[in-house]
């Protein structure tokens, strides 16, 4: 039997038991993907991550990435949170760092402060297909005059998902997705996608993110889908692509885990970039017996 040491950390959230918890396994190196696996299982959160040696030079550390379900090729709320306990624990100094994800190296910015606010630079950003407003709005389980007049669109940096503006905060809260609704969106059973409602805001956003083939009925704070809601909401004139636009992705208030995402847009329409900011809460540590 091995003993491994874990923290579980609130991310996006300067409060405990807000934003998205996260498990962190800061010395993984002996710890295989199987294993990995089971204990995400275990774990029971939204991710858990796993902190590995790089392989690459440029790059501090490797970052394994597991939901209860699956691997992920990145994931915001597990990059900024894994960075936060990196940060406190010193084992990496200065404003700026890499970590080493499945996507690829994922530069990490700290803006300090009374508390660091962490930026993570979203990984290039693709635009897909689009989807008939009919069928998003019968998978959600709401009228189709409850969305806005642009068409819902696959976007993807790392993880393709379904973005959907709709008309209110009303709207988005009665909005909910289930295996039955995601079947009427996928254009294969092979599919692995996520699908993201949101309304613009004066401060930016309102959102929500379901995914529930990711064992994620619903994500209290999805930051490798905030890059794409900025590309998506600039591409749509829903918000500012000037460079240095700053705005607020609000996510999970309405499953009692409200989380504030920043964005800063660094580039033309974001073509330079995309980062996206938070704050870290930590909240327990603990060991694992395995």
């Given at each position: 039997?091995?003993?491994?040491?874990?923290?579980?950390?609130?991310?996006?959230?300067?409060?405990?038991?807000?934003?998205?918890?996260?498990?962190?396994?800061?010395?993984?190196?002996?710890?295989?993907?199987?294993?990995?696996?089971?204990?995400?299982?275990?774990?029971?959160?939204?991710?858990?991550?796993?902190?590995?040696?790089?392989?690459?030079?440029?790059?501090?550390?490797?970052?394994?990435?597991?939901?209860?379900?699956?691997?992920?090729?990145?994931?915001?709320?597990?990059?900024?949170?894994?960075?936060?306990?990196?940060?406190?624990?010193?084992?990496?100094?200065?404003?700026?760092?890499?970590?080493?994800?499945?996507?690829?190296?994922?530069?990490?910015?700290?803006?300090?402060?009374?508390?660091?606010?962490?930026?993570?630079?979203?990984?290039?950003?693709?635009?897909?297909?689009?989807?008939?407003?009919?069928?998003?709005?019968?998978?959600?389980?709401?009228?189709?005059?409850?969305?806005?007049?642009?068409?819902?669109?696959?976007?993807?940096?790392?993880?393709?998902?379904?973005?959907?503006?709709?008309?209110?905060?009303?709207?988005?809260?009665?909005?909910?997705?289930?295996?039955?609704?995601?079947?009427?969106?996928?254009?294969?059973?092979?599919?692995?996608?996520?699908?993201?409602?949101?309304?613009?805001?004066?401060?930016?956003?309102?959102?929500?993110?379901?995914?529930?083939?990711?064992?994620?009925?619903?994500?209290?704070?999805?930051?490798?889908?905030?890059?794409?809601?900025?590309?998506?909401?600039?591409?749509?004139?829903?918000?500012?692509?000037?460079?240095?636009?700053?705005?607020?992705?609000?996510?999970?208030?309405?499953?009692?885990?409200?989380?504030?995402?920043?964005?800063?847009?660094?580039?033309?329409?974001?073509?330079?970039?995309?980062?996206?900011?938070?704050?870290?809460?930590?909240?327990?540590?603990?060991t694992l017996h395995i």
């Amino acid at each position: 039997m091995s003993a491994h040491r874990y923290r579980v950390v609130d991310v996006f959230t300067t409060h405990a038991l807000e934003g998205n918890a996260l498990a962190v396994f800061p010395e993984a190196a002996d710890i295989d993907a199987a294993m990995m696996q089971k204990i995400a299982k275990e774990m029971n959160l939204a991710e858990t991550t796993f902190v590995q040696p790089a392989t690459r030079a440029d790059c501090a550390f490797a970052l394994r990435i597991f939901t209860p379900a699956r691997e992920m090729p990145f994931a915001g709320h597990p990059t900024v949170g894994t960075s936060f306990v990196l940060l406190d624990e010193q084992r990496v100094n200065g404003e700026r760092f890499v970590l080493e994800e499945k996507v690829g190296p994922v530069p990490i910015r700290v803006e300090n402060g009374e508390r660091p606010l962490i930026w993570l630079t979203t990984p290039p950003i693709s635009f897909g297909q689009t989807y008939a407003p009919a069928i998003c709005a019968r998978a959600l389980g709401i009228s189709e005059r409850d969305l806005l007049d642009v068409a819902p669109q696959m976007v993807s940096a790392g993880n393709p998902g379904i973005f959907i503006a709709l008309r209110d905060k009303e709207a988005v809260d009665r909005a909910w997705l289930g295996l039955d609704g995601l079947a009427m969106l996928k254009a294969s059973p092979d599919d692995n996608i996520l699908v993201f409602v949101f309304t613009p805001t004066p401060t930016g956003a309102y959102s929500r993110m379901f995914a529930p083939e990711h064992g994620v009925v619903e994500d209290p704070a999805t930051g490798s889908a905030t890059g794409p809601l900025a590309a998506y909401m600039i591409q749509n004139g829903l918000a500012s692509g000037t460079p240095g636009t700053r705005f607020v992705s609000e996510q999970g208030t309405k499953m009692g885990r409200r989380s504030l995402l920043h964005v800063h847009i660094r580039g033309d329409r974001g073509t330079d970039g995309i980062e996206v900011g938070g704050h870290v809460t930590p909240v327990a540590e603990g060991t694992l017996h395995i």
